[in-house]
T-cell receptor, first 115, second 114 residues
Framework: GNSVTQMEGPVTLSEEAFLTINCTYT??????LFWYVQYPGEGLQLLLK?????DKGSNKGFEATYRKETTSFHLEKGSVQVSDSAVYFCALSGLPNFGNEKLTFGTGTRLTIIP | SQTIHQWPATLVQPVGSPLSLECTVE??????LYWYRQAAGRGLQLLFY??????ISSEVPQNLSASRPQDRQFILSSKKLLLSDSGFYLC?????????????FGDGTRLSIL
């Protein structure tokens, strides 16, 4: 079955540092890949997505490239801010199966940015 | 635009009491609907999903149940809460019948069992 492996946290960085959160996946077919962000006390927000190999999703300075050859979708940001402190989830989706489209989530990576 | 509402935002209940959490979606028709639970500091656990009115699939056996009385309404219930039911409950929706669609989440309900 499908699975997502995320780098274990917590991750603590100084403001303006470069961020990478690793995500690798196992899936059949051609899944779409997503990054979600969860700020304290809130639900999950879709941060970015990529639907096919070599696609780059980007939003709010974050980027991730769908690498089929390495089955990876690493999240990067060139210069993090304190406001980026949150939990980040990598997820994948597949083709619909009788109308059901479940996502497979990673376990989440807690990111803390210190001023 | 589509919106998803969950309520209440927080809830404190004694062990053995009943539970009803409600989720509604606006601005779309025939969505897939999902209930997740997130224990403190943990990842997401899919509890139930629904592809239509009255159609509920359970992912994890437990003392919770779900119902979908209307197309855009999804309810999570329990007859008798356990201490282990504490957590952050999230409702989500996605477009039905289309490949590779993201899920969109509500703001969650924080449930504390005393």
């Amino acid at each position: 079955g499908n699975s997502v492996t995320q780098m274990e946290g917590p991750v603590t960085l100084s403001e303006e540092a470069f961020l990478t959160i690793n995500c690798t996946y196992t899936a059949t077919g051609y899944p779409s890949l997503f990054w979600y962000v969860q700020y304290p006390g809130e639900g999950l927000q879709l941060l970015l997505k990529a639907t096919k190999a070599d696609d780059k999703g980007s939003n709010k300075g974050f980027e991730a490239t769908y690498r089929k050859e390495t089955t990876s979708f690493h999240l990067e940001k060139g210069s993090v801010q304190v406001s980026d402190s949150a939990v980040y989830f990598c997820a994948l989706s597949g083709l619909p199966n009788f109308g059901n489209e479940k996502l497979t989530f990673g376990t989440g990576t807690r990111l803390t940015i210190i001023p | 635009s589509q919106t998803i509402h969950q309520w209440p935002a927080t809830l404190v209940q004694p062990v053995g009491s009943p539970l009803s959490l409600e989720c509604t979606v606006e601005g779309t028709s025939n969505p897939n609907l999902y209930w997740y639970r997130q224990a403190a500091g943990r990842g997401l656990q899919l509890l139930f999903y629904s592809v239509g009115i009255g159609q509920i699939s359970s992912e994890v056996p437990q003392n919770l149940s779900a119902s979908r009385p209307q197309d855009r309404q999804f309810i999570l219930s329990s007859k008798k809460l356990l201490l282990s039911d504490s957590g952050f409950y999230l409702c989500a929706w996605s477009v039905r019948g289309q490949a590779n669609q993201p899920q969109h989440f509500g703001d969650g309900t924080r449930l504390s069992i005393l």
